[in-house]
């Protein structure tokens, strides 16, 4: 039987904050990137019913987004060759393979149909057969059978927002060539739910916590606000903390509902504000909040001793090219990115920043508490698939009726079966050689 459960943007942003780095150009770009990023949010990403307005209806300017044409890898793109020799996992380029996917739209149940690309009517192939290489190594693709035995009696979770929801179906799919997962919980919302392979009795979830932290969030299921967001900084969100010590593995994942209109709280006590003008509140910025946030999740991890393995997934980039998402932003590319051709845009590095910084001043202190902390770097893999996002066909045959029809792109998402497949094939590997 399945339980139900009740849980619980239309945010500006300003044009700089305190920090006093940030320059006005800074500003500009993290407004349009936040209003790209409303596609994280609304009701028409969840397992249900699509809205008739999926996203913010009111328009901004616009500015193409930041893209380089240089042929060479940037600096931030590859690292130095490690001291021990290993091999680099998040780090190669994107290789033609002529194999075929685990699975296709018709093979599997799961893919929610926002990301159903072939079945919406996208009418190219080529984005499917590529794989990660990284530089120095092979990435053996997952062997579900293998991961399922390893997994036996245990329980994953994915924790996060809607990118964790598009991932966690790319693993449902993945398995299922294996086995079918029973559906056994989903909330009212279906924003948590969990599926149970019987034969291994083996968990999988998926936990809704876009902020990871408390948060009182005052929208309706279009993603219109009331309010901004009450956010508390220092206190984590019961909605996966109440399962942490049931759970053997995790993927936490935060960042992109940092963008929204938010009130900060620290001991109960307003502490300031991310865009608030109507609010006599001192503006202190996402990036002071997200730190803050992150810092606190890493030190619960460390402080738990869990005996599991804990993956923090970096946030991903987003590929609109001549115009964000309300001003016919699109994401039209057929072929991987080379290295150097599209860069993190402010509000991806803001956020890649504090990831890599708090997970390399936690990684040491986890390890001396004989916590398994990994960080899961999609980031870089990811930035170079501009090709498998859903674009238009995040809607069903969207140029049925008239071919020149104007249709809102969704660059943020990936289309199933796509490049989010590799990042279980990094699973795998990670667990293994761990």
């Not at 903390?241 to 053997?248: A, I, P, R, V």
């Not at 956020?351 to 999609?378: I, Q, W």
Request: glycine share 4%; proline share 6%.
């Amino acid at each position: 039987m399945v339980n139900k459960v009740h849980y619980n943007w239309k945010s500006w942003w300003r044009v700089f904050n305190n920090h006093n780095y940030f320059v006005i150009k800074f500003g500009v770009s993290i407004l349009l990137v936040a209003l790209a990023f409303r596609l994280l949010y609304n009701r028409s990403f969840e397992f249900s019913p699509a809205s008739d307005t999926p996203f913010l209806q009111t328009s901004q300017i616009s500015v193409p987004p930041s893209v380089s044409v240089d042929s060479e890898p940037s600096t931030d793109q590859i690292p130095p060759q490690d001291s021990d020799g290993k091999c680099d996992l998040f780090y190669g380029d994107w290789i033609p393979d002529k194999s075929e996917p685990f699975y296709t739209n018709n093979t599997c149940e799961y893919i929610e149909k926002h990301q159903n690309c072939m079945k919406n009517g996208r009418p190219d192939r080529g984005y499917l057969y590529w794989r990660w290489k990284p530089r120095g190594c092979d990435l053996p693709r997952l062997d579900p059978w293998r991961f399922l035995d390893l997994m036996r009696n245990k329980s994953w979770a994915l924790i996060g927002d809607s990118i964790s929801r598009n991932h966690v179906q790319s693993l449902l799919c993945m398995l299922s060539v294996v086995e079918k997962a029973d559906h056994v919980y989903h909330d009212e919302s279906y924003k948590n739910r969990r599926w149970v392979f019987p034969s291994y009795n083996f968990s999988l979830s998926v936990l809704w916590s876009p902020f990871l932290a408390q948060a009182a969030i005052f929208e309706d299921m279009d993603g219109v606000a009331t309010s901004e967001i009450e956010l508390h900084l220092d206190k984590l969100d019961k909605n996966w903390t109440q399962h942490y010590n049931s759970l053997d593995h995790m993927i936490l994942s935060s960042g992109k509902w940092f963008v929204k209109g938010a009130i900060y709280y620290e001991d109960d006590k307003i502490l300031g504000c991310h865009f608030c003008p109507k609010r006599n509140i001192t503006e202190v910025g996402i990036k002071f909040a997200y730190r803050k946030v992150i810092r606190n999740v890493f030190n619960y991890i460390i402080a738990s001793k869990h005996k599991g393995t804990i993956f923090y997934r970096t946030s991903t980039p987003d590929h609109f090219e001549n115009g964000e998402w309300f001003s016919g932003g699109t994401c039209q590319r057929k072929v991987p990115a080379r290295h150097g051709e599209f860069e993190l845009k402010e509000l991806n590095r803001i956020l890649r920043e504090v990831e890599l910084e708090e997970f390399e001043n936690a990684s040491a202190k986890a390890t001396e508490n004989g916590v398994n902390l990994k960080l899961l770097d999609v980031n870089p893999l990811s930035l170079l698939r501009p090709d498998a996002h859903p674009g238009p066909y995040r809607f069903f045959q969207p140029f049925a009726k008239d071919k020149n029809a104007k249709v809102i792109n969704d660059c943020l998402h990936w289309c199933l079966p796509g490049p989010i497949d590799t990042w279980n094939d990094l699973l795998m590997e990670m667990l293994v050689s761990s």
